[in-house]
């Protein structure tokens, strides 16, 4: 069966890269497409944006009619998804959702396909599959390994996120701050709250009510959705001044022993599954974000032994946000949708 595929929010970074992603899949013929629809908001009407071989032109989202649309990416942000999904979904149409309205709601799967890709068949209570927060993907793929060979107890971490998972304009806003601050031509932030340029910001999403970020929570409360409520989870997230790419420390305490060598063995074992171990202890053998940039690939690096606690395991972990992160999991959430359950 083909199927008809409609992109919201395609001229965005995520969205553009599903495009480039989902022509990939086509071309390898792991998916039978019929054809796209890029739909944006009325401002990027008439945008042309690129799929294989040819330009397709942008429609308005509001005036769009699901009916007959297979499924909808949505990558254009909670308030989008909040107004649209429910329109797209009553018209027949399947959602694969890349914002977080509804990643806590109940009977909606969060999807991590080598980790609970059993989940998808969930879609059919409200016809809408979410995909979790970039971070959560980039380590639950490395932990729910690990969880297999000794359960995990507790988990701390800090985030090391770029400005790509803020969109275009805070993209921007990092590249002419820097030019600016060069030229002696200091300006006030408009995206974060405080100068990235050259610094770190400690504040992604809201702050909640115990000082945590929306952010922060995220990382918790989904990990515990896909790997299991008893584990505990604490982080740190921050913004830094880079392009592309997601890196965090994990910090994970276990139930029972595993050794660092068992622990490169586990994951060195899982390469087809997304998951490359780069760790040797030399000057440069390990993988930075620059190094992840356009890679399907989750890196794991620094991997090594935490002695003050009775199970514990340090390690660094990298990713591309917008690939892995965001449109490569959510085409390959895809993938397994139309040819298992449509």
């Known amino acids: 069966m083909r199927h008809k595929i409609a992109v919201i929010g395609a001229t965005g970074r995520v969205g553009r890269e599903v495009l480039s992603i989902l022509s990939e899949f086509q071309n390898e013929k792991k998916i039978s497409i019929d054809s796209v629809v890029a739909l944006a908001s009325e401002k990027s009407k008439g945008k042309k944006v690129s799929f294989d071989d040819k330009e397709l032109t942008v429609l308005c989202l509001k005036d769009y009619d699901f ?20 329109i797209a979904t009553q018209a027949g149409c399947i959602v694969i959702d890349d914002s977080s309205h ?18 998808i068949t969930e879609y059919k209570n409200h016809n809408i599959i979410s995909n979790p927060n970039c971070t959560v993907i980039q380590m639950l793929l490395v932990l729910c390994l690990l969880h297999q060979k000794a359960k995990i107890k507790r988990v701390v971490t800090s985030t090391y996120q770029s400005t790509s998972g803020a969109g275009k304009a805070a993209m921007d806003e990092l590249y002419h701050q820097t030019k600016r601050i060069f030229m002696n031509e200091a300006k006030k932030p408009e995206i974060f709250p405080k100068q990235i340029a050259f610094n770190c910001i400690p504040h992604i999403g809201k702050f909640m009510e115990d000082g945590s970020t929306k952010e922060e929570w995220k990382m918790q409360e989904e990990t515990k959705k ?13 913004r830094v001044p880079v392009f592309i790419g997601h890196a965090m420390t994990v910090n994970v305490e276990f139930n029972q022993r595993i050794t660092e060598e068992q622990a490169r063995e586990v994951l060195g074992e899982n390469e087809d599954n997304g998951i490359l171990v780069y760790d040797r202890r030399e000057d440069s053998e390990y993988t930075t974000q620059i190094d992840a940039v356009q890679e399907d690939a989750v890196y794991v690096s620094r991997i090594r032994q935490d002695d003050t606690v009775e199970h514990g395991l340090n390690m660094w972990i990298v990713a591309d946000n917008l690939r892995k992160g965001a449109a490569l999991n959510i085409v390959q959430i895809l993938e397994i949708l139309t040819r298992e359950h449509l």
Do not use: H, Q, W
């Not at 009916?67 to 999904?85: D, R």
């Not at 009977?107 to 980790?115: A, K, N, R, T, Y």
């Open 102 to 119: 509804f990643r806590m709601k109940e009977g909606v799967p969060l999807v991590i396909p080598e980790v609970n890709k059993d989940k």
């Open 226 to 238: 896909i790997l299991g409520e008893d584990i505990k989870v604490t982080a740190t997230c921050v």
């Open 67 to 86: 009916v007959g649309t297979n499924v909808a990416i949505f990558c254009a942000g909670s308030y989008v998804s909040e107004k649209y999904v429910p």
